[in-house]
């Protein structure tokens, strides 16, 4: 299993940022769809922790073309020695249509033509087969020796598809090379609903599980202190108030008896009423969605948590905490695999 951290840096620090995460121990790196570019600051963790493997996680994929998206995919990889992985998600509705302006519906089925564009263009850059993909959603047909990059030394990038919708996961199973694991997500849901629906995607395309991904992203509460642990808790109280406003993600909280709550925290939203959010999640909806702890105590939680389900493991920690902490729990973390 390998260890992958939060990459938030903007282009001005991003390389001092790689090197750092680099230094506390993490394998990877992932970037987030936020408030810059995804793709851009990978470059330069490429550059200066070129130990890493670096990923988006994800970029948010109907708003761009798949030929826009092969051409970046492609450069990183060849630029990081192969150690690129494309980490694409829908996003949900509402961002989609209003935000980006495209077309949502049917996420699943236009994700699914997607990833199969993507394959159909890396194959015909890397052996040379003629781009011929007729879809209901995307056409691409064309592509000139001046446009073709060729094949790429390192091979052909993995995709790996956010998801946490059961058909969308299942689509993960089918055609990508693995799942990114949301990290809104409860251990029963994951169990009982995610996993099995990756299982069916890899049996509707006659692969098997060692040929397939797991991603799966661990929110994390822990500090040195208790003052510090008390104000980490906040943090991730309104991280959580948030995504379970949201009503795409009722899933993971009906696995564990929340469900009632996500219609409540909706209307919050839509009030604007965004810092109420926090105060709804409870004690034990934290021991749901997180794993939390002294220092010492997290690299077993995360291991007894999810050791028999991750390949990959992306700690999500969205508060301050001292690069020392970390550099005790991640490679405790690593030794304990």
């Known amino acids: 299993m390998k260890i992958d951290g939060p990459f938030y840096a903007q282009l001005g620090s991003a390389g001092e940022e790689a090197k750092r995460l680099a230094a506390i121990g993490y394998d990877g790196v992932y970037t987030l769809e936020g408030s810059w570019d995804p793709f851009l600051p990978l470059v330069l963790a490429a550059e200066h922790a070129p130990q890493l493997d670096i990923a988006t996680g994800i970029a948010v994929a109907f708003p761009r073309n798949p030929m826009h998206l092969a051409y970046q995919a492609w450069d990183l990889h060849t630029f990081s020695q192969g150690r690129f992985l494309l980490g694409i998600g829908s996003q949900v509705k509402a961002h989609i249509e209003n935000r980006f302006g495209v077309e949502f519906t049917p996420p699943a089925a236009r994700m699914r033509e997607y990833i199969l564009a993507l394959k159909a263009i890396f194959a015909c850059w890397q052996e040379g087969t003629r781009l011929d993909f007729e879809g209901k959603y995307y056409r691409h047909t064309l592509m000139t020796p001046m446009f073709n990059p060729g094949p790429n030394a390192f091979g052909i990038p993995p995709i790996l598809l956010g998801a946490l919708g059961p058909l969308m996961t299942e689509v993960a199973g089918e055609v990508a090379d693995g799942l990114i694991v949301h990290p809104f997500h409860s251990l029963p849901f994951l169990t009982g609903a995610a996993l099995p629906a990756v299982e069916r995607g890899l049996v509707n395309s006659g692969r098997s599980r060692k040929e397939f991904t797991r991603q799966i992203n661990a929110i994390v509460i822990t500090g040195e202190t208790a003052k510090a642990r008390a104000a980490a808790t906040e943090s991730v109280k309104s991280l959580l ?49 997180t794993t939390r702890g002294e220092p010492g105590e997290i690299a077993q939680k995360l291991l007894d948590k999810y050791g028999a389900h991750a390949d990959r493991l992306a700690i999500y920690a969205p508060y301050a905490a001292p690069d020392e902490m970390w550099k005790s729990i991640i490679p405790a973390l690593k030794n304990t695999v």
């Open 241 to 289: 108030g948030f995504y379970a406003s949201t009503p795409a993600y009722r899933p993971p909280m009906d696995a564990v008896g929340y469900g009632d709550l996500q219609p409540e925290l909706y209307r919050l939203s839509k009030e604007g009423r965004w810092q109420e959010l926090g105060d709804h999640i409870d004690d034990d909806f934290l021991d749901a969605f």
